[in-house]
């Protein structure tokens, strides 16, 4: 169980996954579709998870990623992965706060913050704008890839230099291939959660070592996510435990069904992937490429879980 802002989960939406707003805000008009029969059912609900936003950052970025060819930077690759160079498209912080946030609120959603501050004196200015957030659940940093991965001290300086500008639980999300355990051991005991890990670049992933990205025709390599990185994070799981910290810890990356290749294997049921992460000690677990492979999937998790709660309550 990680701790938030008067409230208390194991299970997060991942950054991206359900847009600006939990409702799929800034995702191209086919993706909104394909999942608005299951919202229409009730089988797709934000309001069971937290919802970690698709990353903002201080300034607009353009990015990659457009409506009516989205193609272009991001593909399906094997049977239950994708590979994407959205490049940060978002609107920045202002927009977020003023268009984005509003209807997530009134919703009634518990919402985590993604930022991505690059310097000090941004990480300073984005938390004068979530202080007028205060019902935000937490902010999560994910300052992967644009803080240069061999300085973990200006690394460590915006995220503790952002915790003390804000009244609210943060956590910072790390990438593959930062060196995240010498991250993690600087900021334990200082952070409300690290998760573990972001999508795993083209070129690091030794799954695909020799293959062409699906994205090289757009002129992309681009990042691995979904089954095929599942292996990535679970030893990555296990080697933060090893390391005997006390910041909790959420649980990302392959967080999918169905079967993968047979040099990644993962659980056939979305059940058994989140049971194996909970088991090996995650606090909690992190759905992302889940809501596009199987969008009713998170949710049916979530309920058997609370059921199985409630029993155990019953049965006392």
């Given amino acids: 169980m990680i701790h938030l802002n008067n409230i208390s989960t194991q299970f997060f939406a991942g950054a991206g996954a359900l847009g600006f707003d939990g409702f799929d805000g800034g995702h191209p008009p086919l993706v909104r579709w394909y ?9 797709l609900d934000p309001r069971e998870f937290v919802v970690i936003t698709k990353t903002i950052t201080g300034s607009p970025v353009k990015g990659n990623l457009t409506d009516w060819s989205f193609w272009r930077s991001v593909r399906r690759y094997g049977k239950r992965s994708i590979v994407n160079c959205v490049a940060l498209t978002n609107p920045g912080l202002r927009v977020w706060v003023d268009e984005y946030w509003p209807r997530a609120r009134d919703a009634g959603l518990k919402i985590v913050l ?9 990480a300073a200015w984005m938390a004068s704008y979530v202080r007028r957030c205060p019902e935000l659940a937490g902010v999560q940093l994910n300052l992967c890839p644009n803080v240069a991965q061999t300085d973990l001290g200006l690394f460590e300086a915006i995220v503790l230099n952002f915790c003390r500008q804000v009244d609210l639980p943060v956590g910072v999300k790390f990438g593959y291939t930062q060196p995240w355990p010498e991250l993690c051991k600087r900021l334990d005991g200082k952070l409300a959660w690290v998760e573990l890990i972001n999508a795993v670049p083209w070129k690091d992933a030794t799954i695909v070592k020799g293959q062409v990205s699906p994205l090289a ?3 992309y390599d681009g990042s691995l996510s979904g089954s095929d990185i599942a292996h990535y994070s679970l030893d990555a799981l296990v080697e933060y435990k090893n390391l005997g910290l006390k910041t909790p810890v959420a649980s990302g990356g ?8 047979k040099l990644a294997p993962v659980a056939s049921r979305l059940e058994d992937n989140v049971c194996t992460r909970f088991k090996l000690g995650a606090d909690a677990v992190v759905f992302s490429t889940a809501f596009l492979w199987e969008p009713a999937g998170p949710n049916r998790v979530v309920r058997a879980y609370n059921k199985s709660r409630e029993l155990q309550e019953i049965n006392k």
């Fill in 114 to 122: 993604s930022l991505q501050p690059s310097t000090l004196s941004e």
């Fill in 254 to 261: 392959g967080v999918v069904g169905g079967e993968a290749s």
């Fill in 217 to 219: 025709k757009y002129g």
């Fill in 35 to 43: 999942k608005k029969p299951y919202r229409w059912l009730g089988l």
